[in-house]
Each structure stands twice: as structure tokens, then as C-alpha cells.
């Protein structure tokens, strides 16, 4: 570091003979040498980079290096008022390299030679190089000719160098120094922060934050660190050189694009900047250090003044407790009752046990802090503590005899007069635990004994009663010694001048007269319920008579009106003639049963006049839940509903009567209309399998038959009208016939279905005839075919069944996988839905198709080929002069427009719709 002394001397330039020499020389001399260094090396720290004299730095480096090491020069030149622009320029006479020498190391050097000639330059260059030696840096291979000559990367190297001694070689950190010292020191400063991890002096700065952690540690008023990021390393390396240059007076030696956009930034740039942050934050170390030192005197002397504060505050109050409890302990009165003196022996043992522990241990703790207090003070050189008057520990010790003496017989005091007060108790206590007891036992009794509840009891009840009577007068005997010994205690405390004798005496008095009312109450209970016992067993009796007659009578009265009201299902004459027949046998004994009913209920009324007349509750009898209101109602009720069931049977004679009558009628009709409906079924099966005469005869025969159905169908509908007349009067059943109305309207159905699908297969046959050039004899073959292999006659045949009747026909199917792929594919033409059988339909299509003459997309197309006059399109005025007007409308709006190349306007596609015809493509 520079001398301080030698600052005044270098703010003048004009006192500086190396400024003087160099004002008086002009750079002329650009002569380069071409001598090498192999490496450089010093005694204080290991080997640095290797220096290729006839190598070329990286070009990045270079520049970095350049700017880096001209910034750190003009840092300490502008103490002396100068600096330099060029570095391998500035420096080659020798004057200001001398002059940055003195002012980073605060001594004086050689005077240098003012010429400018070469050998001048040369002169002071080697002064410089001699000092830069004799500080124990070893110079390799560079030599003054190469500096005079300009050359940059001998320049650098010694920059490089004097970085090293003078910047760097004086950084120690834990026994570590120069590089090593450096970047521990940064490691350490900067180990707490994020994203932040120190290894080197190139990739380790390169994202910035680095720079702003060390700025951070030590001026973290500079820079609000978590508002960084990481991803920009531009801003954050800018950010860091602005504010060291402005705030720190670290000027910018990097550039922060460079660093950036270097694939690796120049180590040795990057050193001598982080140096110069070691060294503006030294200063601060040393500041920090001499406030440490003035804050541990102040620590110790406040340290001091709390323990004198704290001495005076307990000392305060410990005196303040012993003044407030001495009167207390010396205070040998009570309130005379044994809780008040309880008490008080409770607050003495507490004051024993939790509050003159806390304040011995407080004396101990002031003579205590006391002692520790002088000795601090006499180990710092402070006066000895005199605390406030009355507080000495002398004063303090005084106090406490005083409280000890005061509590010295308290105890045994607060003892003897518990023994004397605990005898008194004891006697109350007792007192009050019989007349708890005798008063626990008479509570309720007075109103127990007064109460009429026998009146409202039942016989065994009021038996029970009486038992609980004799057994209380037992228990009201056994209490009388309860109630002399309460008399005696009473007596016992007012010889003894109890302090709450009065209510002692209002209490003894209140329970003796309480004892001589139960006993006279109890007498006249005794009487009340023998009396009640007495009438209770006559009227015990009438119930019992009741109980014994009422039962079997109301058994009697509820299956008379069950059976009354019983609902009945009967379907003839006869069983509604034995239901009324029984029903006269029952009323036969009417007479009797209205005399048993008048004898029972004349004994319920004897019993309940008998406990009105004696004021006794009238209760319900114990040996039947039957009531005498009960039994009338049901008896009223048995009167009335004979009539009813008298008139409800002579009407279901009636109804079953006219039920007979449309039995009748109805069999008459249905044994005519069934086995007519039988007979046509018989004709349409005949029809179906002979195939008697042409197409056109069986279709005249059928339509003859369709007829009479038509005819026949009013003896259908009179039969439907009976039915639901027979349906209306719920008749289910009809011995007269073995036809129902369902098995007609079914037959009748099935008869319509069945010459509706015939005709339908004679007119379809007739129309492939017609249409496909069938003759009719064939088609009386295929159907001949069909009805022989259709064994179940439901007009449609199995797979089996069917490739045995192609067999039959001439079809020649294989027994091989061929002949099941041949006969496969002719399914798939008769069953395209794959329901497993071939309808007749099918059938008839598939045998009269390959026979047929039938019209084809090809015909038609040439057909509409004529009318064009051979053109692949058609016009709408041709369909229209050649066709039908139905007929051709019916073209030209499913016809869809022509699209050929020779397309005319309003041309339509006869083609497409031709396809469309027969199913060859979508219309």
C-alpha cells in the first residue's frame, strides 16, 4: 500500500521528477523485440499460468486483460494526478511505471534519467524492474527491451506481476494467502447466498452475483439482493460495477458483454477486480474491529450498571415482602371457627412452603450478585458499589431476623387452638349428620300417612298397602332412639356455649314435634285401610262371577258378528240354498242368548254401586280386559245385521239365477259359431296344399271364402256382446260348452290372417308370373317343392330343409366344402338379414329369378340412350315431349344434373339415375 504521507506529494504532478521526465520525452521508438518468456514464478505463492512468447493470447483475454490491468494502473496513477490510456504504450519510457511503483508501495525509487533516447527508456524501465526484484518477485525472461519496445504481452505479464506482490500477495485468509487466501475469503463471504457457489476466478462470476453478494455482505444498503436473478447475468454484472465505482471508488476494470459472451472470462482479470473489492472492504474490517473494542468496554461498564439496578430493585422488594408480612405473622387472633383457623394455618403453611422459599432464595441471590458486583468492578478498575441507604446487605440480614423471630410459635399457636375448636366441630357435625338423617327419612311421611291413595287401589294392591303400613310403624318405632340422641347433642352444645347454639335449638324443636304428629297419623291410617279392605273383597267377588261368564258370552257375540258379515263367493243355485239355511238355524238362538246377556251385565252394575256408596275409585276388573259397554254394542250389533244378512242372501239367489240364464245362452251360440270357424280352417289348408286349378281360380276361391268371412262376421259380434255381459256379472266358468270367447277370437283372427296371406301369395305368384316369363306350371313345381319340404306349415323352411329341396329341384350342391360355400352364398341372396329360415317369399324370388325376362340397368340406359339421340346426357323439354307428364316429371327431379365435359346447360345424368333403379347405387 502506498505511503500516506506521499499523497500530498503526488497530487501535484509538478513535485514528481518521473512526470517532469515524461512531459519532456515523445513517444518516437516502435521498434518490437522478438525476445520469449518461457513462464514466470515468485518465492510467495505457487506457479502461475505459462506466458508463450511466440504464442498468441486468446484474443477475448487479451482485450479483457487489457482493460482490466490499464483500469487497476489509473486506480493508484490518479493519486499522482495522471494516468494512462495505452498500456503497452504509456509505459514504454520507463517514467510513469516508476511512478505507479512508489505510489502502491509508499517508497521512493532511483531518480530517473530525463533522455529520450532508447537507452534512457531502457534506463528507467530496468530501475523499475530492479525494484519490482528486490520485493522477492522473480522476473523470468522479461526485460526492459521488450517494454520500451511496446510489446503487449511482455506488458501484461509484468502488470500481471506487480498485481500479484502488491495486490494479492498480502491477502490472508486461515493461514491461506495470495490466490488461495483470496478465494477463500470469497467463499466465505459469500457461502450464505443463493444461486452463488465460488470455485474459481472466471466461471464462478460469470452470471454477476457473485459481485453482488460481496457488495451485499458488506454494504447491504447498496444492493436488495433477491431481486436478482440468475438468468440475467448482463444486468447483474452492470449492476455490480456501477455501484462499486460509485460507491465503493472501485473503478469499472471489466466489461460486463465481454464476460458474457466469453466462453470462459480471463481469470487474471477477474482476480485483480475481486482484489480491489478485498481491499476497499479491509478498511471497513478495521473500523468494525475498533467499534468491537469500544462496545465490549461499554458492554462490561453497562453490565455493571444493570447489576447495581437489579441489586437495588430486589433489594426493594424483598424489603417491601418482609414489611408487609411481619405484622401478619405477629397477629395471634381467629375468627373463633375451626374453617376460619383452618384457613389461616393453610396460609401460614403456604406462606412456609411458597413464598419464603422464593425470598430466601432472593437474600441469597443479593448477597450473592452483591459479591460477583465488587469483584467486576474491582477486576475492571471501577469503583467499589455503595448501594442506597437501608438496602446495605447488612440492612437486608437485620429484616429477615426480624420476619424469623415474628414466625418463631405461630404454628404451634394456630395448633393448640385447632384442637381446642375441632372437639365443638365435631359435636356440631354430629348434630347435624342425625338431623340429616332423621329429616331425610321423615321428609314426605306426613304426606304419605294423610294420603287417600287406598281409595283408588285395586284389592291386591291395597293388601300390599297394608303390609307397607305395618312395616313403616315397625321403622317409625326403630327411629324413636334417632330422636332422643338428637336431643342430647342439642343439650351437650349449649352447655358448652356452641357460638351458632340458637339454630341448634330451632332445629331440635322442629324435629320433635314433626315426631309426635306421625304417630298420630299413623293410627288413623291403620284404620282407613282395614275398612277399604273389607268392601274391595266383596266387589273382588262379583268381578270374578263376571270374568267367568263374560268371556265365553263375548267369544259367542264375535263369531256371531264374523259370520254375519262374512263375505261369500258362490257360483250356483244350490250352494246359495245351503248358505241360507244355516243362517235360519242361527237365529233359532237368539232368545237365549239375550237372557245370558242380561244376567252379566246386572253383576257389573252391582259392583260399581257398591264402591260408589263407600267413596272408593271404581277400578277395572282385574280378571277380564271385557267392558259391559262392550258387550252391549257388540250384542246391539249381532240384532241388527240379521236382517241385513237375510236380504244380502235372498239377492245372491237372485243374481246366480239370471248368471244360469247367460251360461246358457252363450253355449247355445258358441257350439254353432266354433266348429264353423274350424271348418274354414280346414278349407284354407286343403286349398294351400292341393293347388287345384290356375293361379287365377285359386284366387277366385279365395276371394269367394274372404266373402262369407265378411258375411259370417254379426254371429262373431253377438257372441262378443253375450260374452261381456257374462264378463260384467264376473261368471268364470260355463259347464254348458267347451268353447271360451277367447279360443273364437283367436281362431276368428287367425282365419282372416290366414286367407289375407294366401291371396297375397297367389297375387304375388301371379305378378312373378306375369313380370318374369314364368310359366305356371313351374311356379306350381317350386311351390309344390315348398309345401312338401315345409313340414311344420309355418310358410318358411330351414337351411336343412331348404338345400333339400334346391336338391330336389336340380340344384347341384355337393357334399364338400365347395357345396357349403355354393349353398353359403345362395343363403346370403335368400336371407340377407340372417334370420336363420327362408320365407315363401324369398323362396319364389330366388327360384324365378334366373328364369325371369325382366328389365335390366343396361336396357334402360340405352333406352334413354334413343331418346338423347346417342348423347351421355338428356334435356328435361326431351323428357317431357317423349314420356308421360307424371312420368317424366318424376325423372327430372330425381335426376341429377350432367357433369361431362360436354355438359350442356340443363343436362341431366340418365346413367346415374338408370343405376339408381335397380339398386346399383345410392339416389
Not at 486461515?174 to 483470496?182: D, H, Y
Not at 316369363?773 to 306349415?793: A, L, P, V, W
Amino acid at each position: 500500500m502506498m505511503n500516506p504521507e506521499m499523497n500530498g506529494y503526488y497530487a501535484n504532478p509538478a513535485n514528481s521528477v518521473y512526470m517532469q521526465a515524461y512531459q519532456q520525452q515523445s513517444p518516437y521508438d516502435q521498434a518490437y523485440s522478438a525476445k520469449g518468456i518461457n513462464q514466470y514464478s515468485d518465492d510467495y505463492m505457487q506457479q502461475e499460468e505459462e506466458w508463450e512468447r511466440e504464442g498468441v493470447l486468446d484474443p477475448l483475454w487479451e482485450k479483457q486483460q487489457r482493460k482490466t490491468f490499464t483500469a487497476w494502473c489509473n486506480s493508484h496513477l490518479r493519486k499522482a494526478g495522471t494516468q494512462i490510456e495505452e498500456i503497452n504504450e504509456d509505459f514504454r519510457n520507463g517514467l510513469k511505471l516508476m511512478l505507479l511503483l512508489e505510489v502502491i508501495s509508499g517508497e521512493q525509487l532511483p531518480k530517473p534519467d530525463r533522455g529520450k533516447m532508447r537507452f534512457h527508456k531502457i534506463a528507467n524501465v530496468n530501475k523499475a524492474l530492479d525494484y519490482i526484484q528486490s520485493k522477492g518477485v522473480k522476473l523470468v525472461s522479461i526485460g526492459a527491451e521488450e517494454i520500451v519496445d511496446g510489446n503487449l504481452k511482455m506488458t501484461l505479464g509484468m502488470i500481471w506481476t506487480i498485481i500479484l506482490r502488491f495486490a494479492i500477495q498480502d491477502i490472508s485468509v486461515e493461514e491461506m494467502s495470495a490466490k488461495e487466501g483470496l478465494l477463500l475469503w470469497c467463499q466465505r463471504k459469500t457461502q450464505p447466498y443463493k444461486n452463488v457457489n465460488v470455485q474459481n476466478f472466471h466461471m464462478s462470476f460469470k452470471d454477476g452475483l457473485a459481485f453482488c453478494a460481496l457488495i451485499h455482505r458488506h454494504r447491504p444498503d447498496l444492493i436488495d439482493y433477491d431481486k436478482l436473478n440468475k438468468d440475467e447475468p448482463l444486468k447483474n454484472l452492470n449492476l455490480a460495477f456501477d455501484i462499486a465505482e460509485k460507491h465503493l471508488d472501485i473503478p469499472k476494470m471489466l466489461d460486463a458483454e465481454e464476460i458474457t459472451h466469453s466462453a470462459k472470462p480471463d481469470e487474471k482479470s477477474v482476480m485483480t477486480y475481486v482484489s480491489s473489492y478485498y481491499h476497499a472492504f479491509a478498511g471497513a474490517q478495521k473500523a468494525e474491529t475498533a467499534a468491537n473494542r469500544i462496545c465490549k468496554v461499554l458492554k462490561v461498564n453497562q453490565e455493571n450498571e444493570r447489576l447495581m439496578e437489579e441489586y437495588e430493585r430486589l433489594a426493594s422488594d424483598l424489603l417491601e415482602w418482609i414489611r408487609r408480612t411481619t405484622p401478619w405473622l405477629e397477629n395471634r387472633t381467629t375468627d373463633n371457627t375451626l374453617p376460619g383457623t383452618q384457613k389461616k394455618l393453610a396460609e401460614f403453611r403456604d406462606y412456609r412452603r411458597v413464598h419464603k422459599p422464593p425470598r430466601l432464595e432472593q437474600k441469597a441471590k443479593l448477597e450473592t450478585d452483591f459479591n460477583t458486583l465488587q469483584t467486576k468492578l474491582r477486576l475492571s478498575n471501577r469503583p467499589a458499589y455503595l448501594p442506597s441507604e437501608g438496602k446495605l446487605v447488612s440492612d437486608i440480614s437485620n429484616a429477615w431476623k426480624g420476619l424469623e423471630f415474628a414466625e418463631r410459635g405461630f404454628e404451634e399457636w394456630l395448633l393448640s387452638e385447632l384442637m381446642r375448636l375441632e372437639r365443638l366441630d365435631h359435636l356440631a357435625k354430629k348434630f347435624k349428620h342425625k338431623c340429616d338423617i332423621h329429616e331425610s327419612w321423615a321428609n314426605g311421611k306426613e304426606d304419605l300417612l294423610e294420603a287417600q291413595d287406598f281409595k283408588r287401589c285395586k284389592l291386591n294392591d291395597l293388601k300390599a298397602l297394608i303390609k307397607k303400613h305395618e312395616a313403616f310403624e315397625s321403622d317409625l318405632a326403630a327411629h324413636q332412639d334417632r330422636v332422643e340422641q338428637i336431643a342430647a347433642i342439642a343439650q351437650e352444645l349449649n352447655a358448652l356455649d356452641y357460638h351458632d347454639a340458637a339454630s341448634v335449638n330451632a332445629r331440635c324443636e322442629k324435629i320433635c314435634r314433626n315426631w309426635d304428629l306421625l304417630g298420630t297419623l299413623t293410627s288413623k291410617r291403620r284404620v282407613a285401610l282395614e275398612e277399604a279392605e273389607r268392601i274391595l273383597e266383596h266387589v273382588d267377588s262379583l268381578f270374578l262371577e263376571y270374568a267367568k261368564r263374560a268371556a265365553p258370552y263375548n267369544n259367542w257375540l264375535d263369531g256371531a258378528r264374523e259370520d254375519l258379515v262374512d263375505m261369500f263367493i258362490v257360483h250356483s243355485v244350490d250352494e246359495i240354498q245351503g248358505l241360507i239355511g244355516a243362517h235360519e238355524q242361527f237365529k233359532a238362538t237368539l232368545p237365549e242368548a239375550d237372557k245370558e246377556y242380561n244376567s252379566i251385565n246386572a253383576l257389573a252394575q252391582e259392583a260399581h254401586h257398591l264402591c260408589q256408596q263407600h267413596g272408593l275409585q271404581i277400578v277395572e276388573n282385574p280378571y277380564t280386559s271385557i267392558q259391559p259397554i262392550e258387550l252391549q254394542s257388540k250384542w246391539m250389533e249381532v240384532q241388527q245385521l240379521v236382517p241385513l244378512r237375510d236380504q244380502t242372501l235372498q239377492n245372491e239367489m237372485n243374481k246366480q239365477k239370471q248368471n244360469d240364464s247367460l251360461r246358457i245362452l252363450f253355449a247355445q251360440k258358441a257350439n254353432v259359431v266354433g266348429p264353423w270357424i274350424e271348418r274354414q280352417h280346414d278349407q284354407i289348408a286343403s286349398a294351400a296344399v292341393n293347388m287345384q286349378g290356375g293361379l287365377e281360380q285359386q284366387m277366385q276361391r279365395l276371394r269367394t271364402m274372404e266373402q262369407s268371412l265378411s258375411q259370417y262376421k254379426p254371429n262373431i259380434d253377438e257372441l262378443e256382446n253375450i260374452n261381456k255381459e257374462i264378463q260384467e256379472a264376473m261368471i268364470f266358468e260355463n259347464r254348458h260348452t267347451g268353447y271360451t270367447m277367447e279360443t273364437i277370437r283367436v281362431g276368428w283372427e287367425q282365419l282372416g290372417v290366414s286367407i289375407a296371406r294366401n291371396i297375397n301369395e297367389v297375387e304375388n305368384q301371379i305378378l312373378t308370373r306375369d313380370s318374369k316369363g314364368i310359366t305356371e306350371e313351374q311356379m306350381n313345381e317350386f311351390r309344390m317343392s315348398f309345401n312338401h319340404f315345409d313340414k311344420s306349415r309355418t310358410r318358411r323352411l330351414e337351411p336343412k330343409e331348404f338345400r333339400s329341396c334346391l336338391i330336389s329341384l336340380g340344384y347341384n350342391i355337393r357334399d364338400d366344402k365347395q357345396g357349403d360355400a355354393d349353398f353359403q352364398r345362395i343363403m346370403s341372396i335368400v336371407d340377407p338379414n340372417n334370420t336363420g329360415h327362408v320365407s315363401f317369399d324369398s323362396f319364389m324370388d330366388f327360384m324365378t329369378r334366373d328364369a325371369s325376362d325382366q328389365d335390366t340397368a343396361d336396357q334402360i340406359i340405352q333406352s334413354f340412350r334413343v331418346l338423347a339421340n346417342n348423347k351421355p346426357y338428356i334435356t328435361a323439354d326431351i323428357l317431357r315431349s317423349e314420356l308421360p307428364p307424371d312420368q317424366a316429371q318424376y325423372c327430372i327431379q330425381r335426376m341429377q344434373p350432367y357433369r361431362g365435359p360436354d355438359a350442356m346447360h340443363g343436362a341431366l345424368d340418365y346413367t346415374s339415375f338408370s343405376t339408381a333403379l335397380y339398386g346399383e347405387s345410392d339416389l
